[in-house]
């Protein structure tokens, strides 16, 4: 508290409240730092200011950073001025500046240093407050054996596990369960979606393998040797990288046909065509591949106008070696080994019959015949590919091998639930690990019943256990069960949170996301919500993490605002929220108020009110008073909302500071487009109303990368921002 309480007078040392606001000129009200993040939409991005990172980040190693001893911030100086470091800084660095320097030895090193001056940042500025991070479950039949010695974990789940299990059942089956939807599409669950379902990524991830770079169970990337041969990193004269991989010559599909070079890249080179877009009736991703956009992406076969149908990023070097060149912002990103992941994909089911993957010595093309067209001036293959990717009968996923540890054999629309066999011909995983389990179920279930379920033989796996009464019940069945059930556990990577939308309301001001911290008691809530079974976190991160590790090493300290209502009191007075509506000293009842200048504030807070208008920003004198009211929406039915009516809207302690909560119940899908001020989903009414939202958030993936996701640029708010944040600090102004 004494570190938040410094740095905010830091920021308002030179400013002052004299008195009502009658008697005050716009000049004297306490100048938030968010204040000049408001005005940016009066300004044009690259001309009257850009971002401290595309001024001079790219320049920036870490040792170029100095750090508050008192604060942990990180600073540099620029043009003789010592600037402070904000999100959107650290989070390009974090993954595109991680050349060794100073005392930081390696790239790992250098990754955790920004990364934790990243984390201390967030912590102060609290995009959203952690209420609890739980301990999960996984309550297993004994007669699947293995699990003790090979468990679960947050980046290994029960599909990537049972790799290393065996059973004991009589048909020799494991019967896995999630509540997720299957729809039956395995081949590439994203096909035509923007976010495929938890179940069919699961499925997808058994049946395709054979993969060149793999995720580790630590949650890292290793190169699989189990598949490569070698392998070679070049960064070429034009700063451009490549990667040219040999694969071994042993490798089969699940026919038993032999896997070579053009299966690695053949699903590469179609979906990065118009005839793919076509299929899946939108875009493929592929913009770090040299050649796609302004070339290969335009050809349209034979006769076309525009681009040229080689690849030039993509090389077919001999039978077992290929190449993939990225371009030159990528050569240095942290992450650049997955750039040369690739997995082995059947080339004759992407391509179709007679088409030929060739390469003359500019980059790989597809012979014409992959760019046929129908009466229609349809594409044929497009077709194709989309019946390969839909269609969930026996004979279509019959109709071409599989490469992974499993292959599909049937799929039943009427109760969700596939049946996969094992490849007899799976040569093993990065460990070299083969499959011994026959046959996998993987089903649709009811968290209501699964229980039940499970007791009568219908699951073999309930992963992902969590809530007190929820982990009690499993534990007190496997417990006297004598033996018939076993389990285990692991720490949840993510939590459960209440978000902002950062840029709206009063939630925009970190004093007042601070001050809702600091009102409620997160440890009390983690204990109430999870039954015991969980705690709670202070910034984005997973305590088990190698990163986490490394910046605790490094000696990171994080605020875990203890709860004090006086404390909150302190923050947000300190922040100018000292005003009642007629803009006369509070004193201590009702509702606080902020005064923002007039040439400061937008439309959008202008109009802001309480959900039942009973509060909203008022003008007095030619400077707007807005109300400590936060419109919060929460997801019902939802335990985790029902206990934010306690633990948040009638909190006393938020009463007690001179805020008021309003609480609108809904789905999830209407809750997004409030939280986008967009209609997604067809909800949203074009007027924003909500700055807070619960949910939950999560950090499986291997890849720790927020790069883009704190921008200030409005070329890519909209689209890729992750809490709605400016961070001041992230402002560089031009004139």
Same mark, same amino acid.
């Given at each position: 508290?004494?570190?938040?309480?410094a740095?905010l007078?830091?920021?308002?040392?030179?400013?002052?409240?004299?008195?009502a606001?009658?008697?005050?000129?716009?000049?004297?009200?306490?100048?938030?730092?968010?204040?000049?993040?408001?005005?940016?939409?009066?300004?044009?991005?690259?001309?009257?200011?850009?971002?401290?990172?595309?001024?001079?980040?790219?320049?920036?190693?870490?040792a170029?950073?100095?750090?508050?001893?008192?604060?942990?911030?990180?600073?540099?100086?620029?043009?003789?001025?010592?600037?402070?470091?904000?999100?959107?800084?650290?989070?390009?660095?974090?993954?595109?500046?991680?050349?060794?320097?100073?005392?930081?030895?390696?790239?790992?090193?250098?990754?955790?240093?920004?990364?934790?001056?990243?984390?201390?940042?967030?912590?102060?500025?609290?995009?959203?407050v952690?209420l609890?991070?739980?301990?999960?479950?996984?309550?297993?039949n004994?007669?699947?054996?293995?699990?003790?010695?090979?468990?679960?974990?947050?980046?290994?789940?029960?599909?990537?596990?049972?790799?290393?299990w065996?059973?004991?059942?009589?048909?020799?089956?494991?019967?896995?369960?999630?509540?997720?939807?299957?729809?039956?599409?395995?081949?590439?669950p994203?096909?035509?979606?923007?976010?495929?379902?938890?179940?069919?990524?699961?499925?997808?991830?058994?049946?395709?393998?054979?993969?060149?770079?793999?995720?580790?169970?630590?949650?890292?990337?290793?190169?699989?040797?189990?598949?490569?041969?070698?392998h070679?990193?070049?960064?070429?004269?034009d700063?451009?990288?490549?990667?040219t991989?040999?694969?071994?010559?042993?490798?089969?599909?699940?026919?038993?046909?032999?896997?070579?070079?053009?299966?690695?890249?053949a699903?590469?080179?179609?979906?990065?065509?118009?005839?793919?877009?076509?299929?899946?009736s939108?875009?493929?991703?592929?913009?770090?591949?040299?050649?796609?956009?302004?070339?290969?992406?335009?050809?349209?076969g034979?006769g076309?106008?525009?681009?040229?149908?080689?690849?030039?990023?993509?090389?077919?070097?001999d039978?077992?070696?290929?190449?993939?060149?990225?371009?030159?912002?990528?050569?240095n990103?942290?992450?650049?080994?997955?750039?040369?992941?690739?997995?082995?994909n059947?080339?004759?089911?992407?391509?179709?019959?007679?088409?030929?993957?060739?390469?003359?010595?500019?980059?790989?093309?597809?012979s014409?015949?992959?760019?046929?067209?129908?009466?229609?001036?349809?594409?044929?293959?497009?077709?194709?590919?989309r019946?390969?990717?839909?269609?969930?009968?026996?004979?279509? @996923?019959?109709?071409?091998? *599989?490469?992974?540890?499993?292959? =599909?054999?049937?799929?039943?629309?009427? !109760? &969700?639930? /596939? $049946?996969?066999?094992?490849?007899?011909?799976?040569?093993?995983?990065?460990?070299?690990?083969?499959?011994?389990?026959?046959?996998?179920?993987?089903?649709?279930?009811?968290?209501?019943?699964?229980?039940?379920?499970?007791?009568?033989?219908?699951?073999?796996?309930?992963?992902?256990?969590?809530?007190?009464?929820?982990?009690?019940?499993?534990?007190?069945?496997?417990?006297?069960?004598?033996?018939?059930?076993?389990?285990?556990?692991?720490?949840?990577?993510?939590?459960?949170?209440?978000?902002?939308?950062?840029?709206?309301?009063?939630?925009?001001?970190?004093?007042?996301?601070?001050?809702?911290?600091?009102?409620?008691?997160?440890?009390?809530?983690?204990?109430?919500?999870?039954?015991?079974?969980?705690g709670?976190?202070?910034?984005? @991160?997973?305590?088990?993490? *190698?990163?986490?590790?490394?910046? =605790?090493?490094?000696?990171?300290?994080? !605020? &875990?605002? /203890? $709860?004090?209502?006086?404390?909150?009191?302190?923050?947000?007075?300190?922040?100018g929220?000292?005003?009642?509506?007629?803009?006369?000293?509070?004193?201590?009842?009702?509702?606080?108020?902020?005064?923002?200048?007039?040439?400061?504030?937008?439309?959008?807070?202008?109009?802001?009110?309480?959900?039942?208008?009973?509060?909203?920003?008022?003008?007095?004198?030619?400077?707007?008073?807005?109300p400590?009211?936060?419109?919060?929406?929460?997801?019902?039915?939802?335990?985790?909302?029902?206990?934010?009516?306690?633990?948040?809207?009638?909190?006393?302690?938020?009463?007690?500071?001179?805020?008021?909560?309003?609480?609108?119940?809904?789905?999830?899908?209407?809750?997004?487009d409030?939280?986008?001020?967009?209609?997604?989903?067809?909800?949203?009414?074009?007027?924003?109303?909500?700055?807070?939202?619960?949910?939950?958030?999560?950090?499986?993936?291997?890849?720790?990368?927020?790069?883009?996701?704190?921008?200030?640029?409005?070329?890519?708010?909209?689209?890729?921002?992750?809490?709605?944040i400016?961070?001041?600090?992230?402002?560089?102004?031009?004139?």
């Amino acid at each position: 508290m004494k570190k938040l309480m410094a740095l905010l007078m830091t920021v308002v040392m030179a400013f002052s409240v004299v008195g009502a606001l009658a008697d005050v000129d716009a000049a004297n009200i306490v100048a938030s730092p968010e204040f000049d993040v408001m005005t940016l939409g009066n300004f044009k991005y690259g001309e009257d200011y850009t971002s401290l990172y595309d001024k001079v980040g790219k320049d920036i190693t870490i040792a170029d950073v100095h750090e508050d001893e008192e604060t942990g911030f990180g600073y540099i100086t620029v043009d003789g001025e010592e600037k402070l470091l904000g999100l959107d800084f650290l989070t390009m660095a974090m993954v595109y500046n991680t050349t060794p320097a100073g005392d930081y030895a390696t790239e790992e090193d250098v990754y955790a240093a920004w990364w934790r001056l990243y984390i201390t940042r967030w912590n102060y500025l609290l995009p959203e407050v952690p209420l609890h991070s739980n301990e999960y479950y996984d309550l297993y039949n004994a007669q699947i054996k293995g699990v003790q010695e090979y468990p679960t974990n947050p980046f290994w789940n029960p599909t990537r596990a049972l790799v290393d299990w065996s059973s004991e059942k009589e048909d020799d089956s494991i019967i896995l369960g999630s509540s997720t939807e299957l729809s039956g599409q395995f081949r590439v669950p994203s096909f035509g979606k923007s976010s495929p379902g938890a179940s069919d990524n699961d499925i997808g991830y058994l049946t395709t393998g054979l993969e060149t770079v793999s995720v580790t169970k630590e949650g890292g990337y290793t190169w699989n040797d189990t598949v490569v041969e070698s392998h070679e990193e070049t960064i070429n004269e034009d700063g451009t990288l490549t990667f040219t991989i040999k694969i071994k010559d042993d490798l089969k599909f699940s026919d038993g046909s032999a896997v070579t070079a053009k299966d690695y890249i053949a699903f590469s080179l179609a979906s990065l065509t118009p005839v793919y877009t076509e299929a899946a009736s939108r875009e493929t991703s592929g913009r770090t591949t040299v050649g796609w956009k302004d070339a290969y992406q335009l050809y349209t076969g034979p006769g076309s106008e525009a681009g040229v149908k080689e690849l030039s990023g993509i090389r077919l070097l001999d039978e077992y070696t290929f190449s993939v060149t990225v371009t030159a912002e990528y050569a240095n990103y942290f992450y650049k080994i997955t750039f040369g992941g690739f997995d082995a994909n059947y080339a004759a089911a992407w391509l179709g019959e007679g088409v030929e993957i060739k390469d003359d010595g500019n980059g790989c093309y597809l012979s014409d015949e992959f760019y046929a067209k129908d009466e229609e001036g349809k594409y044929i293959q497009a077709a194709n590919i989309r019946k390969l990717c839909t269609d969930t009968s026996a004979e279509n @996923y019959a109709s071409f091998p *599989w490469s992974g540890e499993y292959v =599909v054999e049937s799929f039943d629309n009427t !109760d &969700s639930t /596939a $049946t996969l066999k094992k490849n007899e011909y799976f040569k093993g995983n990065y460990e070299g690990a083969t499959p011994k389990i026959g046959t996998i179920i993987y089903k649709k279930t009811v968290d209501s019943t699964q229980i039940e379920d499970f007791k009568a033989g219908g699951l073999d796996v309930i992963a992902a256990i969590t809530g007190g009464a929820a982990t009690d019940n499993a534990l007190k069945l496997a417990d006297e069960s004598d033996g018939k059930y076993v389990y285990t556990h692991y720490s949840r990577a993510g939590y459960g949170k209440l978000g902002f939308r950062a840029d709206y309301g009063p939630a925009q001001f970190a004093s007042v996301r601070q001050a809702i911290a600091l009102c409620m008691d997160r440890a009390q809530f983690a204990k109430d919500f999870t039954g015991g079974y969980g705690g709670v976190v202070d910034g984005p @991160y997973y305590t088990g993490s *190698w990163m986490y590790k490394a910046a =605790v090493d490094q000696g990171m300290l994080l !605020d &875990s605002y /203890a $709860t004090s209502a006086d404390s909150a009191i302190e923050v947000l007075e300190a922040d100018g929220w000292v005003y009642n509506a007629d803009g006369t000293d509070y004193t201590g009842e009702g509702v606080r108020y902020k005064a923002i200048p007039a040439d400061k504030i937008n439309e959008n807070d202008k109009n802001y009110k309480s959900v039942d208008g009973a509060y909203k920003t008022e003008e007095v004198n030619g400077v707007y008073l807005m109300p400590l009211v936060i419109n919060w929406f929460g997801t019902t039915p939802n335990e985790f909302t029902d206990l934010l009516q306690t633990g948040f809207r009638e909190n006393d302690n938020v009463k007690k500071v001179g805020m008021v909560v309003y609480n609108t119940l809904g789905d999830f899908a209407p809750m997004l487009d409030e939280l986008y001020q967009q209609a997604a989903y067809g909800f949203y009414s074009g007027s924003p109303m909500y700055c807070a939202f619960n949910f939950a958030t999560g950090f499986n993936s291997a890849a720790y990368d927020y790069a883009f996701n704190m921008t200030i640029d409005p070329a890519m708010y909209d689209d890729y921002s992750q809490y709605y944040i400016k961070d001041y600090a992230d402002v560089c102004w031009l004139k």
